[in-house]
């Protein structure tokens, strides 16, 4: 075998060792997404509406959620792209970033005069 050929090998199996990796990657988000879908939970669907789930129901694969105000939407459950977790680390951390940047307007504006 010449070298040439070993080397197609081996870029053909490191290949498929990355594909089977990304395919159960893949298959544990979504197993983990399918896992916090719970009454309840916030949810974010792939058209960018936020909801909280009133209820799942598992033969017909339809998701009842509240939008807001009372306005409540039938979906489809794969439209559930993201269950949202309360973070309250971010919002210090924007919180932060803000006070920065109204400092840094200030000391600009008083170097300017």
Do not use: C, Y
């Not at 290949?15 to 916030?42: W, Y």
């Not at 977790?85 to 006070?99: G, N």
């Amino acid at each position: 075998m010449d070298p040439f050929s070993l080397f197609m090998i081996a870029a053909l199996g490191l290949l498929i060792f990355f594909m089977f990796r990304n395919s159960r990657k893949q298959r544990q988000a979504q197993q983990e997404l399918q896992d916090n879908l719970v009454p309840g939970a916030e949810v974010m669907t792939s058209f960018g509406l936020f909801a909280t789930v009133m209820s799942i129901d598992d033969d017909t694969n339809v998701a009842t959620i509240d939008a807001g105000s009372g306005t409540v939407l039938r979906v489809h459950r794969q439209v559930l792209t993201k269950v949202i977790h309360d973070e309250p680390e971010l919002e210090t951390e924007s919180a932060d970033s803000a006070t920065e940047a109204s400092s840094d307007d200030a000391g600009r504006e008083s170097r300017d005069s």
